[in-house]
């Protein structure tokens, strides 16, 4: 990929035909202490810090946009909307900031349904974000937890529910990536230039999990499968060379992954 663009809270990339946007939606800080050590063994504290000392660990948020020459962008995730921190929610400044117009978007797909991946859906001020929308493409395991979303009944008829492997255009596919929440699927990329892999809640922690990938995070519903599915992933990537993109990762939350003693570590593009 070759970075075209950069400013505060966007990055614009192109790989072959395609045009690649990180964009964030904010930040959230969350407890250190939700990082567990793996399925059964407790707490893990990061370096440096004291047991007893209430840390915080700063989770960035970021959505992806996918572009296309003569196609309506794909979307993966939209970010919070105004229903969570006031740090997070702010896709819809990151797009203005990058010259994107939101009824371009023709397609979200979603990793999951958590707040802050599925809440950007309608902004802070009630509207629909994306006008043009035309599907919202969801893991058939997740389709009844965005049901039970009230505020989000506007968009129902918009759900197209999809199974790992399938594809949502010629040149991309869903990857189902089991653990963390009900249906978390990711995104693959094949641009002809590049892999780019777009993981969702694959990590959590960029600089605790790389090194020790075997560490889960509180929210994980199933930490066991969490810490598999992430153990596989990141020794796929660092072996084909692929691009890896999370919601996440520290932004623009893209790298390259490169193994380093019993872990890895994040190239970041830029």
């Keep these: 990929m070759i970075v075209t663009s950069k400013s505060a809270n966007a990055l614009g990339c192109t790989s072959g035909s395609w045009r690649i946007w ?15 050590q793996g399925p059964g063994l407790g707490k893990y504290t990061l370096p440096g810090l004291l047991q ?3 840390s915080l660990v700063r989770l960035s948020v970021n959505c992806f946009l996918l572009e296309q020459p003569g196609n309506h962008g794909v979307l993966i995730d939209c970010g919070a909307g105004g229903r969570w921190e ?7 400044s990151a797009m203005v900031e990058a010259g994107i117009d939101p009824s371009s978007i023709g397609v979200v797909a979603l990793t999951h349904t958590h707040l802050d991946h599925l809440n950007g859906l309608i902004t802070r001020d009630g509207r629909e974000a994306f006008v043009n929308l035309s599907k919202i493409v969801i893991a058939h395991d ?4 965005f049901a039970d979303e009230p505020h989000l009944e506007r968009f129902r008829h918009l759900l197209v529910p999809i199974e790992d492997g399938e594809r949502l255009t010629d040149h991309l596919s869903a990857i189902a ?3 963390h929440a009900p249906g978390h699927m990711g995104y693959v990329l094949d641009s002809g230039e590049d892999r780019i892999l777009f993981c ?7 600089a605790a999990q790389f090194a020790r990938p075997e560490l889960t995070w509180a929210y994980d519903d199933n930490q066991s499968t ?3 599915t992430r153990l596989r992933l990141l020794r796929e990537v660092s072996n084909t060379q692929a691009w890896l993109a999370g919601a996440h990762m520290a932004k623009p939350g893209m790298g390259k992954v490169v193994e380093e003693g019993s872990g890895y570590v994040l190239r970041p593009i830029a």
Excluded: F, K
């Design 22 to 36: 990180s964009l964030s939606d904010g930040h959230v800080d969350m407890p250190a202490d939700l990082l567990r």
């Design 142 to 145: 997740a389709v009844c937890h």
């Design 200 to 206: 969702g809640d694959l990590i959590h922690v960029p």
């Design 177 to 179: 990536m089991p653990g």
């Design 86 to 92: 006031p740090t997070l929610g702010h896709l819809e």
């Design 52 to 54: 007893a000392e209430p």
């Design 226 to 228: 969490a810490r598999a």
